[in-house]
């Protein structure tokens, strides 16, 4: 039996922000990751986009750790020199019914502290991107795109020189929760026992599934999770935009909108695919639901002008047609079991939030060492 200090399951962009943050805290961290490799999951399947938090509810958490998250990323990637730009965003209405819902993301803006947003006309919106349709938009120009595997390997190369090592081809596939900490077992082609002290269940796609081995977990914090893939696009050909271009939003997502990468090349999507197992191919049948979405703000846009590209999927803790949920971060303070952090539905804005949630799960578990140093004193 291997005795470390904390592990963290899942080695995407949010369990290596977890890693990071608890390693330059001093803990003693191991990163167990089930894949050949970092970030091979949801973190490398995403828009890349730095996103501004427009939408979400006041005072949710999604809100509260995008808008730090955005500010902490901007300035990481500057101090790294990891490649990033501030590109901005019009968020557009096509047509006049979705004037008051683009008006009601303005409210919501604020209200989150979004600063900056401008409102344009039409004629606005299409001096700055003649090849663009609409109504009236909302200019964000602290929207921006990222190298997510160069900031990736920014995170594990900060945590590993604080002293955390990550394993790959590690899948957990046992927990048990003990007096003293967690016991856990560990698959792969060294298979292992390990005990810890700290636990961070920063799994994506398998967060919920994990939950659920722990004996002791109360039941009824365990959220019902759900897939839904995302499928993109690219075009062919070079983009008539310099912005990021969306949609009003869906119910289920932004809608299926225009990215670009640092090279410029645009993409389009993701869609919304409920799904029962995670499965990422793309099947090129969706286009034929991407092309009049899309038209609805670029209007020439080319017959046969998308190519299939790549699909990501959501860990969703709501399901179709239900209203979207927040994230949703466990610690000690709400289940009671002194070391564990549980992090459920870490979709979109992950990325932007990624510094953000990794300092609040160092103060999820600074609560249990409180808790643990007032028990001592008091026996």
């Known amino acids: 039996m291997e ?80 490649a990033h730009q501030r590109v901005g965003k019009l968020l557009v209405a096509t047509d006049e019914s979705q004037r008051p819902r683009l008006e009601a993301i303005a409210a919501q803006a604020q ?34 795109i990222i ?56 799994a994506g796609l398998g967060a919920v599934p994990l939950a659920r081995q722990l004996a002791g977990f109360p039941a009824d914090l365990l959220p019902t999770h759900h897939y839904a893939r995302g499928n993109y696009f690219a075009l062919q050909g070079r983009s008539p935009f310099s912005r990021l271009i969306y949609p009003i939003p869906e119910t289920a997502g932004l809608g299926v909108h225009l990215t670009l990468d640092l090279g410029g090349q645009a993409r389009f999507g993701p869609d919304v695919e409920w799904i029962a197992e995670p499965d990422y191919q793309v099947d090129p049948a969706r286009a034929a639901a991407f092309y009049p979405a899309i038209r609805r703000y670029w209007p020439d846009l080319p017959d046969g002008a998308l190519q ?29 079991l002194a070391g564990l952090v549980q992090l459920f539905g870490i979709e979109s804005p992950g990325l932007t939030s990624c510094l953000a949630l990794g300092d609040a799960v160092g103060t999820a578990l600074a609560f249990t060492r409180h808790r643990r140093a007032h028990q001592a004193k008091q026996v």
């Not at 160069?150 to 957990?172: I, K, N, Q």
């Open 111 to 144: 209200t989150n502290g979004i600063n900056g947003l401008q409102h344009l006309s039409a004629t606005e919106a299409m001096l700055l991107e003649p090849a663009l349709r609409c109504v009236s938009a909302l200019l964000s120009p602290d929207t921006g």
């Open 308 to 336: 299939p590209a790549y699909a990501g999927v959501r860990p969703k803790i709501h399901g179709p047609g239900e209203a979207a949920a927040d994230f949703m971060l466990l610690g000690p303070r709400e289940h009671g």
């Open 3 to 82: 005795h470390v200090d904390c592990v963290v399951v899942g080695a995407g962009v949010i369990g290596l922000a977890c890693a990071r943050a608890l390693a330059l805290a001093g803990r003693d961290v191991l990163i167990l990751e089930a894949a050949d490799t970092f970030g091979s999951g949801i973190s490398s399947r995403s828009s890349e986009v730095i996103h501004a938090g427009l939408y979400y509810p006041t005072n949710s958490l999604r809100a509260r750790v995008c808008l730090a998250g955005r500010e902490a990323l901007y300035t990481y990637c500057a101090e790294r020199h990891i």
């Open 147 to 202: 190298d997510s595997h160069g900031l990736m390997l920014a995170l594990l190369g900060d945590a590993e020189a604080a002293g955390a090592t990550l394993v790959t081809r590690a899948p957990v596939t046992r927990v048990e929760c003990q007096a003293d900490g967690f016991m856990l077992e560990v698959g792969g082609a060294e298979a292992m026992h390990l005990q810890a002290r700290s636990l961070i269940n920063a």
